[in-house]
Every structure is written in structure tokens, then in C-alpha cells.
């Protein structure tokens, strides 16, 4: 079974400033997609950003942007001018593009990220 | 438009009873989703469906678990004689369909289970 693995249960942040949150996975999959979801107190999964294995571009999303390093199965979400409403439990989540376990997400442990004004 | 929703919120129920958790996903989405959330644990898979069909039910821990989408909207998720171990938060999410791979799941508030 793919694993990933979220080796930072904390970090904080100011205010206005960068944040970089790690993930490594474990596949022999060559079709795949990456997610980063963001979970508040209110427990609802919001996603935040994904990137297709397949392509070599980072993806971005406003103030979100990934570092996919497939080769070394590393896939870093950093938050650029970082707000209050950021703060949040961030988890990294793979997927399958194919086979048997196609319809299912696998998450790390998560990443909780404070926010200091 | 309305999200994907859960009822109960909360459950609290004692050792060795039967509980039943519902979703009710996005209008129109026919892949429908379950995870276990245990606490500080990310969300692990439980099962999904595409339509009214358990496509894929591997991640069900064992015999007590079972779930039933019998329209392919609705789904209820059925513990019986629950254990201490079955707290946790039970998410439900769904997405348009699976065969898109990259399709976003839509995930609802869940339900904090507390078997005491």
C-alpha cells in the first residue's frame, strides 16, 4: 500500500510570511496524483492545491504552490504571505490513477500550522 | 449549492451498540466516499461507491462495518457492537465520478463518534 509521511506536526508562521510544509510518499506507482487538504477546527476537508504525476510543472494556486520532486517522491506545499485564516491541520494525500484502489485517498498524519499575528 | 452533509454531528453511544452514521452527498455526484478519522491520525478509507455498488469496501476494518447506498445518493454507514476503538470522526466525502482521477473529493463536516 502507498504511504506518505508528514514528518513536521507542528509549525508556526508570522504573519506575512513564507511557510514550507513537508511530504514524501512511497509508491511504485508511475500514475498518481498528489493533494494537499486543509482541515480547520470545523473538521471539513478543504482542498487546497494538486498536481498530476505526469506533469513536470509545479502546480499553483494564489498564494500555494508546490515543490513536486518525483524522483526523490517529495511533494512540499508552501504558503506565501501567510494569513491568519491559514492556520489549519494540513494533509498531504495521494491517489491512485489507476487499478484497484482508484476511488481512494491515502493521508499522512498531518501538519498543524499556527499563524502568529 | 449545498454541500455534502452529515447527521448525526455528534454521537455518543455505550459499548456493544449499534450505531448509524448518514451522508448526504452533492446533488448529481455519483462517487460517494468513507474515512475514519482517529484522533491525530490523518483520514483512513473505509470504502466507496460508484452509483449504489461498493466498488471498493477493503478498507472496512472487519464484520462490523457495512455500508449501504441503495438510491446511489444517501449512504449510511452501519456500526455494530461498537468497541472503545470505533471513536472517531467519520467523514464522508464525494466527487462527480471516479474515472476522472484528478476529480476533487467534497467532503462533509463528519461525525464525532464516542464509544464509552
Known amino acids: 500500500a502507498q504511504t506518505v509521511t508528514q514528518s513536521q506536526p507542528e509549525m508556526s508562521v508570522q504573519e506575512a510570511e513564507t511557510v514550507t510544509l513537508s511530504c514524501t510518499y512511497d509508491?511504485?506507482?508511475?500514475?498518481?496524483?498528489l493533494f494537499w487538504y486543509k482541515q480547520p477546527p470545523s473538521r471539513q476537508m478543504i482542498l487546497v492545491i494538486r498536481?498530476?504525476?505526469?506533469?513536470?510543472q509545479n502546480a499553483t494556486e494564489n498564494r500555494f504552490s508546490v515543490n513536486f520532486q518525483k524522483a526523490a517522491k517529495s511533494f512540499s506545499l508552501k504558503i506565501s504571505d501567510s494569513q491568519l485564516g491559514d492556520a489549519a491541520m494540513y494533509f498531504c494525500?495521494?491517489?491512485?490513477?489507476?487499478?484497484?484502489?482508484?476511488?481512494?485517498?491515502?493521508f499522512g498524519r498531518g501538519t498543524q500550522l499556527t499563524v502568529w499575528p | 449549492g449545498a454541500g455534502v452533509s452529515q447527521t448525526p454531528s455528534n454521537k455518543v453511544t455505550e459499548k456493544g451498540k449499534y450505531v448509524e452514521l448518514r451522508c448526504d452527498p452533492i446533488?448529481?455526484?455519483?462517487?460517494l466516499y468513507w474515512y475514519r478519522q482517529s484522533l491525530g491520525q490523518g483520514p483512513e478509507f473505509l470504502i466507496y461507491?460508484?452509483?449504489?455498488?461498493?466498488?471498493?469496501d477493503s478498507g472496512l476494518p472487519n464484520d462490523r462495518f457495512f455500508a449501504v447506498r441503495p438510491e446511489g445518493s444517501v449512504s449510511t454507514l452501519k456500526i455494530q457492537r461498537t468497541e472503545r476503538g470505533d471513536s472517531a470522526v467519520y467523514l464522508c466525502?464525494?466527487?462527480?465520478?471516479?474515472?476522472?482521477?484528478?476529480?476533487?473529493?467534497?467532503f462533509g463536516p463528519g461525525t464525532r463518534l464516542t464509544v464509552l
Open positions: 466525502a464525494s466527487s462527480p465520478a471516479h474515472t476522472i482521477n484528478y476529480n476533487e473529493q467534497f
Open positions: 509508491t511504485s506507482e508511475s500514475d498518481y496524483y
Open positions: 498536481q498530476e504525476a505526469y506533469k513536470q
Open positions: 494525500a495521494y491517489r491512485s490513477g489507476r487499478g484497484s484502489t482508484l476511488g481512494r485517498l491515502y
Open positions: 446533488s448529481g455526484h455519483t462517487a
Open positions: 461507491f460508484q452509483g449504489t455498488g461498493a466498488a471498493d
